[in-house]
């Protein structure tokens, strides 16, 4: 017994000397391990725009000796880029230095009037618009930055994580009443009518009672029928038809 005991703390010991043992500081750095995460709603930066943007500030770690890597100033710098939410930069066995990069994810895309458009995030972060093609609901009209990474943020997230929402809302209209407040029109996917939705305070609750709706009625008369939907007012549902719908 006490043999087998010994046995395995020497083959531990033997394990955590070839495996857990940290870097060797005067070997050379041979190998960048950078990883981007990527999904579909994030796709700002790729490895080699990072492996651009360590060189360019001189910190490229490969041929460096391990001990003159300074894994802070690399996280400084991939953190400094708008479409990176975080980064994590790390010493490993055999020359090996690791980067993992988190994107921003964006959760809307904002056209606000008369100016460029650009994404948001779930934290309110205002990401520079990009070209190319990204399934997101779309917010367009009078939208100051304030309202976008507030009030917009906070709905555009709801939208993304709500599997029923994200599929039947595409775009977002935002004009002023006459407080000059803002209020909310929504254009659903299917259809050509327009859901108002006013004010976007208790959106939830204003969202639950559309999809009540929705169950109970539309599947019987149809979208054709109503050119507007009104969830504004509590406890009730106004349906503006068509002209000529029955």
């Not at 309202?147 to 809302?169: E, H, K, M, P, V």
Request: glycine share 6%; charged share 30%; with cysteine.
């Amino acid at each position: 017994m006490v043999s087998l005991l010994f046995l395995g703390v020497v083959m531990y010991v033997a394990y955590a000397m070839l495996f857990l043992s940290g870097p060797d500081e005067d070997e050379k750095c041979t190998t960048v391990e950078l990883l981007v995460k990527q999904n579909d709603s994030s796709k700002f930066v790729d490895e080699k725009e990072v492996e651009d943007m360590l060189k360019n500030a001189h910190v490229y770690p490969k041929g460096m000796l391990m001990k003159d890597v300074d894994t802070k100033r690399i996280e400084e710098t991939v953190r400094s880029n708008e479409f990176v939410s975080d980064v994590e930069c790390y010493k490993s066995s055999n020359g090996k230095l690791c980067i993992q990069v988190e994107q921003r994810v964006p959760v809307m895309f904002v056209v606000p009037e008369g100016r460029d458009g650009y994404f948001v995030d779930a934290q309110g972060n205002i990401i520079p618009g990009r070209n190319y093609a990204i399934n997101l609901v779309t917010a367009s009209g009078k939208i100051d930055n304030k309202y976008a990474s507030t009030r917009l943020a906070d709905f555009g997230q709801y939208l993304q994580t709500d599997a029923f929402w994200n599929n039947q809302i595409e775009q977002i209209y935002v004009q002023k009443d006459r407080k000059g407040e803002p209020v909310i029109e929504l254009v659903p996917r299917v259809g050509n009518n327009i859901i108002y939705l006013g004010s976007i305070d208790d959106y939830q609750k204003k969202l639950h009672k559309l999809k009540i709706f929705y169950e109970k009625a539309i599947g019987t008369v149809g979208w054709e029928k109503y050119a507007r939907v009104d969830l504004e007012y509590d406890n009730q549902i106004i349906c503006t038809k068509r002209s000529g719908k029955n």
